[in-house]
Every structure is written in structure tokens, then in C-alpha cells.
């Protein structure tokens, strides 16, 4: 069975930092992109970043560039989320979601609330 | 940056009624759509790819068409499951970009 399980968000301030992480299971880990997307309360789907399989790939979305970081650890099937310089508007669910390069998000996991607030 | 339009926001409809959902990109994106059904409180969940490839298992009830600049996805005959939030995405060009969703609603 397929599995994608984030790490507890937290809270954050203004201008902090925290780390998201997302460990998969039930797949070749090798296989897939990983994309993070979020959704601020009542909100739609926002794309935040993608990291290739090999992990030398990345992109981000123009609103966390400079300030988000992506990478992957192919030992440990886990993908990470460093969110640096955090604003009250990067509050949101945010999910990890498996990617077939040049396709679509197709397995998702539960996600996990980030709140940036002082 | 792809803007995609969906419409309506909210549709109303009755179980067992046709439901026609639209989703508009503000240039072509070939056939790099897909469709997501969320449920409150739930991820998202992939019902259609490739515009009009149904996943393994969405239902036949769920078909999607369209290429270009202008898709759609039906629901034939909306069960009571059916009523969530749909959210239609373009993965052709970067930035990656979703639709504002549509809402459908008990009737």
C-alpha cells in the first residue's frame, strides 16, 4: 500500500523557520517526482515545489522562491520541506504528493497544518 | 503563469442527476490535465489524468474530455459521495497550476 506520511507542522513565527518531512512507503521511492502542495484554511490547491527523482531537479512556486527549500534523502524514501523566512500567509495544509515526471500528482499524503502566526 | 478558470464555482444538483463541470487554461496545455475530487478535512484524491484517462479506481461515473484550452468533467449520475470540492490541474507548463475549484452541493 502506497503511503506518504508528513511530519507534525507546527507552529511558526514571522521570519522563523521550520521543516517539514515526508517519509514514503509502498513504492519505489526512486520511481517518482515528489511535489509539495498547500491550501490555506477554506482555500484552493497552491503548487509549492517539486524535486526530480535523482533529487537534482528542483522548482518552486514564484510566492516560497528564495525561501523554501527542497530535497530528498533516496535512503531513507524521505523528502523535506526547510521553510525559511516564514510569513503569516505561508499558513496552510501542506501535502506531499508523489509525481510521475512531465504528469500529475497521483498518490497524496494526509497532510499537515503549518501555522505561521506571533 | 497558466490561469485556470473553473466554473461554476458551486453547483447545485440532485443524487442521481448529470453534473457538467468546466475548466478553462488561459493557454493551451495540450492535454496535461488532471482532475482531483476533495472531500473536507481529506487530501485530494486523483480522478482523472490526461484529461480523460479515469485513475484506477475513480469510478466509471467520472469521465473527462477536452484538450487545449477547455476541459470538462462529468459526473453521470452524482451519488451522495459525489458531493466535494473539484479541482482541475495543468501539469504541461511551469509553474504547476490548479484551478480555484468547484463545489458541489446537495441540490
Known amino acids: 500500500e502506497v503511503q506518504l506520511l508528513e511530519s507534525v507542522g507546527g507552529l511558526g513565527q514571522p521570519g522563523g523557520s521550520l521543516r517539514l518531512s515526508c517519509a514514503a512507503s509502498?513504492?519505489?521511492?526512486?520511481?517518482?517526482?515528489v511535489g509539495w502542495v498547500r491550501q490555506a484554511p477554506g482555500k484552493g490547491l497552491e503548487w509549492v515545489s517539486s524535486?526530480?527523482?535523482?533529487?537534482?531537479?528542483?522548482a518552486y512556486a514564484d510566492s516560497v522562491k528564495g525561501r523554501f527549500t527542497v530535497s530528498r534523502d533516496n535512503s531513507d524514501n524521505t523528502v523535506y520541506l526547510q521553510m525559511n523566512s516564514l510569513r503569516v500567509e505561508d499558513t496552510a495544509v501542506y501535502y506531499c504528493?508523489?509525481?510521475?515526471?512531465?504528469?500529475?500528482?497521483?498518490?497524496w499524503g494526509q497532510g499537515t497544518l503549518v501555522t505561521v502566526s506571533s | 503563469e497558466t490561469v485556470m478558470t473553473q466554473s461554476p464555482a458551486t453547483l447545485s444538483v440532485s443524487p442521481g442527476e448529470r453534473a457538467t463541470l468546466s475548466c478553462r487554461a488561459s493557454?493551451?496545455?495540450?492535454?496535461?490535465l488532471a482532475w482531483y475530487q476533495q472531500k473536507p478535512g481529506q487530501a485530494p484524491r486523483l480522478l482523472i489524468y490526461?484529461?480523460?484517462t479515469r485513475a484506477t479506481d475513480a469510478p466509471a461515473r467520472f469521465s473527462g474530455s477536452g484538450s487545449g484550452t477547455e476541459f470538462t468533467l462529468t459526473i453521470s449520475s452524482v451519488q451522495s459521495e459525489d458531493f466535494a470540492a473539484y479541482y482541475c490541474?495543468?501539469?504541461?507548463?511551469?509553474?504547476?497550476?490548479f484551478g480555484g475549484g468547484t463545489k458541489v452541493e446537495i441540490k
Open positions: 509502498g513504492f519505489t521511492f526512486t520511481n517518482y517526482a
Open positions: 504528493a508523489t509525481k510521475i515526471p512531465g504528469a500529475h500528482f497521483e498518490y
Open positions: 490526461g484529461a480523460s
Open positions: 524535486i526530480s527523482r535523482s533529487g537534482d531537479g528542483t
Open positions: 493557454q493551451s496545455v495540450s492535454s496535461g
Open positions: 490541474h495543468q501539469y504541461n507548463k511551469w509553474p504547476l497550476t
